[in-house]
């Protein structure tokens, strides 16, 4: 269902120098898996996502989404298949000011490629326990509201995938809980794919898979090597 191949990603910084970021070989999650991204801050989880969505193009590697490559296309053909196949939360939520909770949701469709009808987005929000907020904007609504709508938002249109950025980050406990249940039972009833970052282990653990950035990234380990290498010279010296 999602298939990365030899992934690289670096970026320039202020400085100019050029740094690694990403080197993966290989990933993959199947139709209707639930995984979820763990690794310490910096090393590389929103780009990760941000390439798999197209958002960002690998410096190199492809990206198969739903049998779809990815990195063959222009900007504004992977903006097209992003709207077809993939949902993604993010972490600011970035949902549309001046438009309700119901309107978002809705615009959420409207930018698929796929039919689907007013009374999901509404029935989704129910579902968030935003039956009675269908008519707030983002600047009437409580942070832990806003996420819910993203995530209603992101999975309106029955993606193949769901992306999801630290979906729980800025909620309390109560709320985080309602977010994870609404993802996981609406993946699983729809067969979506997902793929969540999280650093809360509290959460990571209720999904099928946890995978360590650290472990699929070759930059990390080449990080190390070069540390161990540089501590054992210390040592020798
Ligand atoms: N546009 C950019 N230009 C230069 N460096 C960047 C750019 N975007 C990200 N980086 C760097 O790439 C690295 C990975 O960033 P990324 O946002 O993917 O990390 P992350 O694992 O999601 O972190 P966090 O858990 O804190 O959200 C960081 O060191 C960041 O400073």
């Known amino acids: 269902m999602l298939r990365l191949e030899n992934i690289k990603k670096s970026f320039v910084q202020p400085d100019g120098k ?15 898996e639930q995984v979820v991204l763990i690794g310490p801050s910096g ?17 190199s590697g492809k990206v198969f989404v739903d049998g779809t490559e ?24 970035n949902l549309l000011d001046g438009f309700s909770a119901l309107e978002n949701v809705l615009l959420g469709i409207s930018f698929g490629a796929k039919r689907s009808s007013p009374a999901r987005a509404k029935e989704l929000l129910e ?27 992101a999975v309106a249109n029955r993606p193949a995938l769901l992306l999801a950025d630290e979906p729980t980050a800025n909620i309390d406990p109560q709320n985080q809980q309602q977010v994870v249940q609404l993802i996981k039972d609406t993946c699983r009833e729809e067969n979506i794919a997902m793929l969540m970052v999280t650093h809360s282990m509290e959460v990571a653990n209720q999904f099928d898979r946890v995978v360590q950035l650290d472990e699929l990234n070759r930059v990390v380990a080449d ?12 040592g020798d010296a």
């Open 18 to 32: 050029r740094v690694p970021i990403l080197d993966v070989p290989s990933f993959e999650i199947a139709a209707g």
């Open 43 to 59: 090393c590389g989880k929103t780009t990760l996502l941000h390439i798999i969505s197209g958002i960002t193009k690998p410096d």
């Open 70 to 93: 990815l990195t063959r296309y222009s900007e504004s053909t992977r903006d097209r298949i992003r709207a077809d196949k993939i949902g993604y939360v993010f972490q600011t939520f």
């Open 127 to 153: 579902k968030v326990g935003l039956g009675h907020r269908l008519g707030n904007k983002p600047h009437q609504m409580s942070v832990g509201e806003k996420q819910r709508v993203a995530v209603a938002r």
């Open 223 to 234: 990080l190390r090597s070069t540390a161990s290498a540089a501590s054992s010279e210390g």
